[in-house]
C-alpha cells in the first residue's frame, strides 16, 4: 500500500484536463506515467493508442497463462474534471493532500484510484495473473470523445470474456458495490421569444406575453403534484432488487438536503434514482435577479437534463420529452425545442461466472456481502464495450463511494476503499479464473462465457 500511495500521488498531481483551454502536455505526462506504471507491474505488451480527435490511450496485453484461460478486460481513464473555482478547495487541486483516511486532489477518487488498483492486483500476481489481462486507459472520458465510439471497429482488439469498468464506487465507504445498470442521457434545450426586446412592466405587463413566464408553465409539467415525471413515453419500472440498505435518511445525509424538505416523487429510492425517469433543469437564461430591471422578459431558454430507465432507446427517450414540450401552449404560445445529444443506458447480465466470481471477491476485499445498484450516471463507452465483446460480461465496481466528492471541489478517496478494491480486483481474477475452467467454458473470442 505503501508503494501504491505513492503512485497515486505522482499521478494524481498531474493537472491531465483533457477539456478545451487546457495544456495538452499534462495529458501527456499522465499517459506517459500510467504506461510506465503497467511496465513496472510487469506487463509485457503497453502501446499507445493514438486517434483522431482525442487524448492517447493506452492498451496493454498480459497474455493467459494458459489456453483455457478467460481474458479479461481493464477499462479506466486519466484524465479528470477541471478543478473549478480554486478558492472553493481547502488545499491546491492538484497538490494531492491527506485527509483523515485518504488524499484529497482532483481526479485522485474519479478515477485515478482505480488505475492504482488495476497496477496494485498485477503487482500482486508480478504480472502474470490467473487470467489473460487487456487494459484500456483512455485519456478524455470526462470532456468526450470519439474513442466512445472506436471498440466496435476493432473487436480483436477487445475481445475478452469479462470487462471490469472501474469508474465507479461504493454506496458508502465500507460498503461493496456491484453497479449493475446505468441510466441513459439526453439533452434538450427549450426556448422561449416573445417581443423585441424588453418592454416597461408597468406601461406593458399584463398584455404584453412575458417570456419568462411561459416558460416557467412549461417547465411545470414536466412533473406531477408529488414531484414523479410526467412526460409520457418515459419507461418507469420498479427496482427490483433490494433498496440496498440506503435508507431516505441517508439519502438526505448524502444528498445534504435542508432539514425538513420532502424528497420529491413517490416510490423507492430505487424507483426514483435508477429505474425511473427524471428531469433536471440544468441551466436557464433569464434576467438575474441583482441586475434585473422592472421589464416584461422577450427572451427566456432553459437547457434540460433528462435521465431514462437503462432499457430505453434514447432516441426513444429524448423525443417523448420533445413531443411533451412541444405540445404544450403556455397563454396560447408555442415554444422551440432542440434536441441535444443522447446516450443510451446499460443493464448488466447477471448470473454468469464473472458475476458470481466479483461477488465473492467483494465479499472477500470489504467483509461483507455486495449491494447490487444502478447509477444515474451515464458511460457511453460501456454500450460500446458491450457491442465489441457482445458474449462478454460487464462488471462495475471500484474504489470511490458516493462521498468522495467527484466532479466536485475538495474530492478525495479514502485509502481503505482503494485497498479494499485492490484486494477485490486480484480476488475476482483468481475466482474467475477457477470458476471458468470448472464451467469448460471456451476462451476469448472462441465462444466467450456467456454470462
Same mark, same amino acid.
Given at each position: 500500500? #505503501?508503494?501504491?500511495?505513492?503512485?497515486?500521488?505522482?499521478?494524481?498531481?498531474?493537472?491531465?484536463?483533457?477539456?478545451?483551454?487546457?495544456?495538452?502536455?499534462?495529458?501527456?505526462?499522465?499517459?506517459?506515467?500510467?504506461?510506465?506504471?503497467?511496465?513496472?507491474?510487469?506487463?509485457?505488451?503497453?502501446?499507445?493508442?493514438?486517434?483522431?480527435?482525442?487524448?492517447?490511450?493506452?492498451?496493454?496485453?498480459?497474455?493467459?497463462?494458459?489456453?483455457?484461460?478467460?481474458?479479461?478486460?481493464?477499462?479506466?481513464?486519466?484524465?479528470?474534471?477541471?478543478?473549478?473555482?480554486?478558492?472553493?478547495?481547502?488545499?491546491?487541486?492538484?497538490?494531492?493532500?491527506?485527509?483523515?483516511?485518504?488524499?484529497?486532489?482532483?481526479?485522485?477518487?474519479?478515477?485515478?484510484?482505480?488505475?492504482?488498483?488495476?497496477?496494485?492486483?498485477?503487482?500482486?500476481?508480478?504480472?502474470?495473473?490467473?487470467?489473460?489481462?487487456?487494459?484500456?486507459?483512455?485519456?478524455?472520458?470526462?470532456?468526450?470523445?470519439?474513442?466512445?465510439?472506436?471498440?466496435?471497429?476493432?473487436?480483436?482488439?477487445?475481445?475478452? #470474456?469479462?470487462?471490469?469498468?472501474?469508474?465507479?464506487?461504493?454506496?458508502?465507504?465500507?460498503?461493496?458495490?456491484?453497479?449493475?445498470?446505468?441510466?441513459?442521457?439526453?439533452?434538450?434545450?427549450?426556448?422561449?421569444?416573445?417581443?423585441?426586446?424588453?418592454?416597461?412592466?408597468?406601461?406593458?405587463?399584463?398584455?404584453?406575453?412575458?417570456?419568462?413566464?411561459?416558460?416557467?408553465?412549461?417547465?411545470?409539467?414536466?412533473? #406531477?403534484?408529488? %414531484?414523479?415525471?410526467?412526460?409520457?413515453?418515459?419507461?418507469?419500472?420498479?427496482?427490483?432488487?433490494?433498496?440496498?440498505?440506503?435508507?431516505?435518511?441517508?439519502?438526505?445525509?448524502?444528498?445534504?438536503?435542508?432539514?425538513?424538505?420532502?424528497?420529491?416523487?413517490?416510490?423507492?429510492?430505487?424507483?426514483?434514482?435508477?429505474?425511473?425517469?427524471?428531469?433536471?433543469?440544468?441551466?436557464?437564461?433569464?434576467?438575474?435577479? #441583482?441586475?434585473?430591471?422592472?421589464?416584461?422578459?422577450?427572451?427566456?431558454?432553459?437547457?434540460?437534463?433528462?435521465?431514462?430507465?437503462?432499457?430505453?432507446?434514447?432516441?426513444?427517450?429524448?423525443?417523448?420529452?420533445?413531443?411533451?414540450?412541444?405540445?404544450?401552449?403556455?397563454?396560447?404560445?408555442?415554444?422551440?425545442?432542440?434536441?441535444?445529444?443522447?446516450?443510451?443506458?446499460?443493464?448488466?447480465?447477471? %448470473?454468469?461466472? $464473472?458475476?458470481?466470481?466479483?461477488?465473492?471477491?467483494?465479499?472477500? $476485499?470489504?467483509?461483507?456481502?455486495?449491494?447490487?445498484?444502478?447509477?444515474?450516471?451515464?458511460?457511453?463507452?460501456?454500450?460500446?464495450?458491450?457491442?465489441? $465483446?457482445?458474449?462478454?460480461?460487464?462488471?462495475?465496481?471500484?474504489?470511490?463511494?458516493?462521498?468522495?466528492?467527484?466532479?466536485?471541489?475538495?474530492?478525495?478517496?479514502?485509502?481503505?476503499?482503494?485497498?479494499?478494491?485492490?484486494?477485490?480486483?486480484?480476488?475476482?481474477?483468481?475466482?474467475?479464473?477457477?470458476?471458468?475452467?470448472?464451467?469448460?467454458?471456451?476462451? $476469448?473470442?472462441? %465462444?466467450?462465457?456467456?454470462?
Amino acid at each position: 500500500m #505503501d508503494g501504491l500511495q505513492a503512485d497515486l500521488v505522482r499521478l494524481a498531481a498531474i493537472p491531465s484536463v483533457a477539456f478545451p483551454g487546457h495544456p495538452p502536455e499534462p495529458v501527456r505526462e499522465a499517459h506517459d506515467l500510467v504506461a510506465a506504471l503497467l511496465r513496472d507491474a510487469g506487463v509485457p505488451v503497453v502501446e499507445r493508442l493514438d486517434l483522431p480527435d482525442t487524448a492517447p490511450v493506452v492498451y496493454a496485453e498480459v497474455p493467459p497463462p494458459e489456453p483455457d484461460a478467460p481474458t479479461v478486460l481493464l477499462y479506466g481513464h486519466y484524465d479528470v474534471q477541471p478543478a473549478g473555482d480554486p478558492a472553493l478547495w481547502r488545499s491546491p487541486p492538484f497538490e494531492p493532500t491527506p485527509v483523515p483516511g485518504g488524499l484529497r486532489a482532483r481526479g485522485i477518487a474519479d478515477d485515478k484510484a482505480n488505475l492504482i488498483a488495476y497496477v496494485g492486483m498485477l503487482r500482486l500476481y508480478g504480472g502474470r495473473p490467473p487470467v489473460g489481462v487487456k487494459l484500456v486507459v483512455e485519456g478524455q472520458e470526462e470532456y468526450g470523445s470519439a474513442f466512445a465510439g472506436y471498440p466496435p471497429a476493432d473487436p480483436q482488439r477487445f475481445a475478452c #470474456d469479462a470487462v471490469v469498468i472501474a469508474d465507479v464506487g461504493g454506496l458508502r465507504p465500507g460498503t461493496p458495490t456491484l453497479t449493475t445498470g446505468l441510466r441513459g442521457t439526453a439533452e434538450v434545450v427549450v426556448e422561449v421569444r416573445t417581443l423585441a426586446e424588453p418592454l416597461h412592466s408597468g406601461e406593458f405587463g399584463g398584455a404584453a406575453p412575458d417570456a419568462l413566464l411561459v416558460l416557467l408553465h412549461a417547465l411545470s409539467t414536466l412533473h #406531477d403534484a408529488n %414531484g414523479d415525471v410526467a412526460v409520457p413515453g418515459l419507461r418507469r419500472e420498479p427496482w427490483q432488487e433490494q433498496e440496498a440498505g440506503c435508507t431516505e435518511e441517508e439519502f438526505r445525509d448524502l444528498a445534504a438536503v435542508h432539514d425538513g424538505l420532502p424528497l420529491p416523487g413517490t416510490g423507492t429510492l430505487g424507483e426514483r434514482l435508477w429505474s425511473g425517469p427524471a428531469v433536471t433543469v440544468v441551466g436557464l437564461d433569464a434576467p438575474a435577479v #441583482d441586475h434585473a430591471s422592472s421589464s416584461v422578459v422577450p427572451y427566456a431558454r432553459a437547457r434540460l437534463d433528462l435521465r431514462f430507465h437503462p432499457q430505453q432507446d434514447p432516441v426513444e427517450a429524448q423525443d417523448a420529452l420533445v413531443r411533451h414540450l412541444r405540445a404544450q401552449r403556455p397563454f396560447g404560445i408555442a415554444l422551440t425545442v432542440v434536441p441535444g445529444a443522447a446516450g443510451p443506458g446499460f443493464e448488466a447480465r447477471t %448470473g454468469g461466472p $464473472a458475476y458470481r466470481a466479483a461477488l465473492t471477491a467483494l465479499k472477500e $476485499a470489504w467483509g461483507t456481502a455486495a449491494s447490487p445498484v444502478a447509477s444515474g450516471g451515464s458511460m457511453p463507452l460501456v454500450r460500446a464495450l458491450a457491442a465489441a $465483446a457482445p458474449q462478454a460480461e460487464l462488471l462495475l465496481f471500484g474504489a470511490q463511494d458516493s462521498m468522495c466528492k467527484a466532479h466536485a471541489p475538495n474530492e478525495r478517496v479514502l485509502l481503505s476503499e482503494l485497498r479494499s478494491t485492490v484486494v477485490a480486483m486480484a480476488a475476482f481474477v483468481r475466482e474467475y479464473a477457477a470458476d471458468y475452467r470448472a464451467g469448460g467454458l471456451g476462451p $476469448a473470442g472462441r %465462444g466467450g462465457s456467456g454470462g
